[in-house]
């Protein structure tokens, strides 16, 4: 079962930035927070991840709460190719991926 | 290196064939994944392998699955007598081994339709 809550959908206006919310409750010490993205017709794209620092690479930044229970993925300023599917996925020793449904993010011009 | 390859990109087969679809990893990955995913969800897992060992399936699996990387390298997965749902996209991804959390690469996938 998927481990993290994201919001089904959101909507953006280009050049603006975006804030993807996740929430991870049960996270535990060695999880790693990563995120992927997917766009139509094709396979997930990695985008970032973390551990317990915020982290920046040049797609996004991942902001991680202090208590690792929450991270929200910064997209500093989206464009149309920005939107897809987002997901938000614990990454626990030992097991592979497991995909929720993830946030649809629709970005208007 | 080109990424994670998969072949063939369509295949459209009937109800009751054999299947087997390809997945040519990224070469320094020592780990391969396969995934389901049907329109509106998220991509489902199926298996995996490290190396040449096959490490986790998912109980979701049916026995008309099988899945092989028999050097370690590229990747096969077969479904025996397709049925109407089993048509779907069909993921391969790549990674190292989990050591700081590091990401997977994706292919493109291989779409099934059974009719």
């Known amino acids: 079962d998927a481990k993290t809550t994201q919001p089904n959908s959101m909507e953006s206006n280009e050049e603006e930035p975006v804030h993807l919310p996740c929430n991870h409750s049960?996270?535990?010490?060695?999880?790693?927070i990563h995120w992927y993205r997917q766009l139509p017709s094709q396979g997930p794209e990695y985008v970032i991840h973390?551990?317990?620092s915020n982290v920046n690479n040049r797609m996004a930044s991942l902001a991680i709460a202090e208590d690792r229970k929450s991270s929200t993925l910064i997209l500093h300023r989206a464009t149309l190719r920005d939107a897809a599917v987002y997901y938000c996925?614990?990454?626990?020793?030992?097991?592979?991926?497991?995909f929720g449904k993830g946030t649809t993010l629709s970005v208007s011009s | 290196d080109t990424g994670v390859s998969q072949d063939p990109r369509h295949k459209i087969t009937k109800r009751g064939q054999n299947v087997t679809f390809r997945c040519d990893p990224i070469?320094?990955?020592?780990?391969l994944y396969w995934y389901r995913q049907t329109l509106g969800q998220g991509p489902e897992f199926l298996t995996y392998?490290?190396?040449?060992?096959?490490?986790?399936k998912s109980r979701l699996l049916s026995d008309r699955f099988s899945a092989e990387r028999p050097k370690g390298s590229f990747s096969t997965l077969e479904i025996q007598r397709t049925e109407q749902g089993d048509s779907a996209m069909y993921l391969c991804?790549?990674?190292?081994?989990?050591?700081?959390?590091?990401?997977?690469?994706f292919g493109s996938g291989t779409r099934l339709t059974v009719v």
């Open positions: 049960t996270i535990s010490g060695t999880d790693y």
């Open positions: 996925i614990l990454d626990q020793a030992g097991t592979a991926l497991i």
């Open positions: 991804a790549s990674s190292l081994a989990r050591t700081g959390g590091y990401g997977y690469t």
């Open positions: 392998f490290q190396n040449e060992a096959q490490l986790e």
């Open positions: 070469s320094e990955h020592n780990r």
């Open positions: 973390g551990l317990t």
